[in-house]
């Protein structure tokens, strides 16, 4: 097997190699121009690459073709077309023409549009992104696009991912300019997302209404053992998770998604794969696709796959680290320290401007990563905290030290300057120890750790590029008001001022202690807990500002992206309340009922016995179960009342907050009393698997 791997890998994609094989070299050309240049592609060569397409797609058993996009449910939507025609003699022939291949028009009217989109003019299109490879899943021919209402306002993930792309390309370039890098034509962004997941049986899975509903469990007592000898982590594989594993690779690697890394994680049950990064819009499809492909394949082995961030209460959640980096149509990964002043130099303005940009934009970034799921994370002692910083490392901040007040880089017993021929390397080794860190210099990347295991990678991509792009523009604005001749000296001083104005953001210590918490606050740093308390910084003018000057989002957008999130808040939050009242009425409290049932008939069959037999024991837990019966039966009634009380507010960013303060804190509080009772009572009278069933038995 592994020597197909080269012949597999990439087999059902339109990639680079196919294209120069299948396309007449005329319009290989232009179509690579339209990809790396982002130039308008013409009519005739679009129909030359739609007929190559589709017999390539043929070839390779498909007969449908779909625009493939990414609405804002943060999933993928495809509807496809088959590419039959009809002719004479009650006969087909199999077409797929330019226009097709270039836009759709799916009915779009019921994706969420945050009322961008009134339902009388239901029509959205779907455009080509070119720069991302079509590819071939379950036959048929997917088409990578972008997708837009009738106005032109984006109703996907992707179009702002793209403009932010356009917008950190367009300032980076200019910085380099400035620099004096003469080559560099384009600069993109760089993504290599670590996806965790749990694989959980299949059986017990549908037994669990709130895994089926909600993703993640809902009641559940912690097993005598967990995650705490951390025997899993790197664990070897067992036999049927080495097999998911590997059928799971080997469709990636078809998709030509570069699955590199798998191991065991931290909890019992969890796993990561991580790819070889790629392009930003690449990589983000490609994630996409990962998380599909994970289900699928782990319902062919009995495996259902959970990417919710946080499955089980009491172990670790899943999130999603964020590898990310900026490099030159040249090569250079403007991340990694050089080996020429002139790279040394790049490397120390992107980042200051980095270090800027989360500094000003940290409230964003962490509004990149706010969902319901997420909140279970973030702040809890397994995750990053909320409060965004950024870990350089104890030898970057001394090189970063060495240049704010001219002292000796202890290291190399020289002052490191900018333009310095040489920079230290900084190997994983110094920088990677700190794993609290939310955004961590990984020695020739950035490592934005916040992410949620479940949600697009493109919020926290379009969002980060953006900001960045912001602060190369006000370097660039102020480079180019400087005498070419003393430039150095001009990078110099902006690197300096720019380290010493944003300092507060670096932190290098342990980011899940409460000093740090107190530490934060007094740099009035930002420390946004909750998805409802998050959300409205989109709104601020600052960001506002950001995202409209840059063109990536349009104010019209930003309103409408803004109710989509408290609006999915608020649903998934409604979800839950209900089906966790399902769940006490209608399987928790009649098991423990019945248990009391049991334990009652035994009293009685034991003193029909003999009178002088003890039954205290049992009257005891009768006693304590009835006090759990009743105080759930409390706090489930004040729970439904609350949840009635959440719909009837019509505001709804107040309708969020009162989800969060009042029925999620309704929620625990039942959770707390029920866990407490579950382990009393026998596992067959519980209606559904345990968490002990569940994370070890597998
Ligand atoms: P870990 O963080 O688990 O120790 P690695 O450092 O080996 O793992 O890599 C994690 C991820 O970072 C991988 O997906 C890798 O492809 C990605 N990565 C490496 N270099 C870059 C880069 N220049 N830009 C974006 N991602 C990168
Ligand atoms: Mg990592």
């Not at 379950?138 to 209402?149: D, M, Q, R, W």
């Not at 994630?287 to 946080?310: I, P, R, S, Y």
């Not at 799921?373 to 990053?384: I, T």
């Amino acid at each position: 097997m592994d020597n197909k791997v080269p012949e597999l890998y990439g087999s059902l994609v339109f990639n680079d190699s196919i294209m120069r094989e299948k396309l007449p070299k005329d319009v290989y050309k232009s179509l690579r121009k339209t990809i790396e240049n982002n130039t308008h592609l013409d009519r005739d060569v679009a129909n030359a690459v739609a007929i190559a397409m589709k017999e390539w797609a043929i070839e390779n058993g498909a007969t449908h073709y779909t625009h493939w996009f990414q609405p804002m449910t943060g999933y993928t939507a495809e509807k496809h077309d088959s590419f039959i025609s009809p002719i004479e003699g009650g006969k087909v022939i199999m077409e797929f023409a330019g226009k097709e291949l270039v836009k759709g028009e799916p009915d779009a009217s019921s994706f969420p549009s945050g009322g961008l989109r009134a339902t009388f003019e239901a029509r959205g299109y779907t455009a080509w992104d070119p720069t991302s490879p079509a590819f071939i899943k379950e036959g048929t021919l997917c088409i990578p696009t972008a997708f837009c209402s009738y106005s032109g306002d984006a109703l996907d993930k992707k179009t702002p991912l793209l403009r932010s792309m356009e917008a950190l390309n367009k300032q980076a370039v200019r910085v380099l300019r400035l620099l004096g890098n003469k080559e560099v034509t384009n600069v993109t962004t760089t993504v290599g997302p670590e996806q965790e997941y749990f694989l959980i049986d299949k059986a017990d899975y549908a037994k669990r209404k709130d895994l089926i509903f909600t993703g993640r469990t809902l009641l559940g007592a912690m097993p005598p053992k967990g995650q705490e000898m951390d025997d899993h982590y790197f664990g070897s594989l067992r036999p049927r998770v080495s097999d998911y594993m590997h059928e799971l690779d080997e469709e990636l690697w078809k998709l030509g998604i570069p699955a590199k890394t798998k191991h065991n994680e931290v909890a019992p049950c969890q796993h990561e794969l991580a790819p070889v990064f790629d392009t930003t819009n690449v990589a983000v499809d490609h994630n996409q696709l990962t998380m599909e492909v994970m289900k699928k394949v782990a319902d062919k082995h009995g495996f259902v796959c959970l990417l919710h961030e946080k499955p089980f209460a009491g172990i670790n959640g899943s999130g999603k680290h964020n590898n990310w980096s900026v490099s030159t149509n040249t090569g250079v990964n403007l991340l990694e320290p050089g080996t020429t002043p002139l790279e040394n130099t790049q490397f120390l303005v992107f980042l200051a401007a980095i270090i800027k940009a989360v500094d000003e934009y940290a409230d964003l970034l962490r509004l990149s990563v706010a969902s319901a799921g997420n909140d279970h994370r973030l702040g809890a002692n397994e995750a990053p905290p909320a409060i965004i910083s950024i870990f350089l490392g104890d030898e970057l901040t001394a090189v970063l030290d060495s240049i704010v007040n001219g002292t000796f880089f202890e290291k190399r017993k020289e002052s490191m300057s900018i333009g310095a021929s040489v920079l230290p390397h900084f190997t994983k080794d110094n920088t990677d120890r700190n794993r609290t860190s939310p955004f961590a210099f990984t020695g020739n990347k950035f490592e934005f750790r916040s992410l949620g295991s479940s949600a697009s990678v493109a919020g926290p991509n379009t969002i980060l590029n953006t900001a960045v792009a912001e602060s190369l523009k006000q370097f660039a604005d102020v480079l180019e008001g400087e005498d070419p001749e003393k430039m150095l000296e001009a990078v110099t001083s902006l690197v300096k001022e720019t380290i010493i104005k944003h300092k507060r953001i670096l932190f290098n210590g342990n980011g899940y202690t409460d000093e740090w918490v107190e530490e934060a606050a007094k740099r009035g740093l930002y420390n946004l807990k909750s998805t409802p308390e998050v959300l409205p910084v989109f709104k601020a003018d600052k960001n506002v500002q950001l995202f409209t000057s840059h063109g990536v989002f349009s104010e019209t957008e930003i309103n409408s992206r803004y109710e989509i999130l408290l609006e999915n808040y608020c649903k998934t939050l409604h979800i839950e309340t209900l089906t966790l009242q399902d769940m006490i009425y209608k399987q928790f409290l009649p098991a423990v009922l019945k248990y009391i049932d049991t334990l009652s008939n035994s009293v009685i069959a034991r003193k029909s016995v003999s009178a002088s037999i003890t039954t205290s024991a049992e009257q005891k837990l009768i006693e304590k179960l009835s006090g759990y019966y009743e105080s759930i039966t409390e706090l489930t009634e004040k729970l439904h009342d609350d949840t009635d009380k959440a719909e009837s507010i019509s505001d709804i960013l107040e309708q969020a907050l009162f989800y969060h303060d009042v029925v999620f804190d309704d929620m625990n509080k039942i959770r707390e009393v029920a866990d407490q009772a579950e382990p009393l009572i026998p596992e067959d009278i519980i209606p559904y698997p345990t968490y002990e069933e569940i994370l070890f038995y597998v």
